[in-house]
Structures are given as C-alpha cells and as structure tokens.
C-alpha cells in the first residue's frame, strides 16, 4: 500500500505558475504508475497529467498541452506537476493517484485504473 499527500497549491493570479508535488510513502514507489486529476466545483473529477512507472512515458489532456509537465523523481518518492501559464479554468482540487503497475511505460488516464488517491491541494487562479 502507498500513501500520497499533495502540496503547492495556492492563489496565483493569471499567468502565474505553481508547482505541486505529491509526496508517497510506504511500498516501494518505482512500482506506481502515477496520475494527476482535478475537480473544479460543481464539476466531475477530470485527468489532467500522467506518468509511467518508469517515467519514459507521460500524458496530458489537452487543455494543460504545453503548459503544464509531469515528472517524477523516485529518490524522493515524489511526483511533480509543473504548472506555467495558468489560467482561471485550471482552479481546482488536485489530486495525485497512484496505481501498482506491471508495465514499465504505460501511462493510465481513467480514475478507475487508480487505486491510491491523495487528499487533494486547492488550486486558484485569479483573472
């Protein structure tokens, strides 16, 4: 079982960046494929950035293309989303997710493929 909690989040104002991290502990961490998600208010849980297990592969919505990246760095047990160029429709709760996988490059972009979930950090973008 792994644990996640995610920070970095906060207020920035349009054009600002932010970074988050999510942060795991318990099993070994190079085993988790890993994914980022967000819910904006009255609105469903969305995939935003993904990355494989080996961290040779990722994924992003289109939405986030060029402007947000995904990395990982397993000394650490931490994963990143580097947020640039952020606009008022990214503010949200982000969540990071991790998922046990046997597959070295595949990248998972479905909630239900996920079987760890983090508590979320509030992510706002003020116009």
């Known amino acids: 079982q792994v644990q996640l909690v995610e920070s970095g989040g906060g207020l920035v104002q349009a054009g600002g960046s932010l970074r988050l991290s999510c942060a795991a502990s318990?099993?070994?961490?190079?085993?988790?494929?890993v994914g980022w998600f967000r819910q904006a208010p009255g609105q469903e849980r969305e995939f935003v950035a993904a990355?494989?297990?080996?961290?040779?592969?990722?994924s992003d919505t289109d939405s986030v293309k060029g402007r947000f990246t995904i990395s990982r760095d397993d000394a650490k047990n931490t994963v990143y989303l580097q947020m640039n160029s952020l606009k008022p429709e990214d503010t949200a709760v982000y969540y990071c997710?991790?998922?046990?996988?046997?597959?070295?490059?595949?990248?998972?972009?479905?909630?239900?493929?996920?079987?760890?979930w983090g508590q979320g950090t509030q992510v706002t973008v003020s116009s």
């Open positions: 997710a991790a998922k046990a996988s046997a597959f070295g490059s595949y990248v998972y972009s479905r909630i239900r493929d996920y079987e760890y």
């Open positions: 318990g099993r070994t961490f190079s085993i988790y494929a």
């Open positions: 990355v494989s297990r080996n961290g040779g592969s990722t």
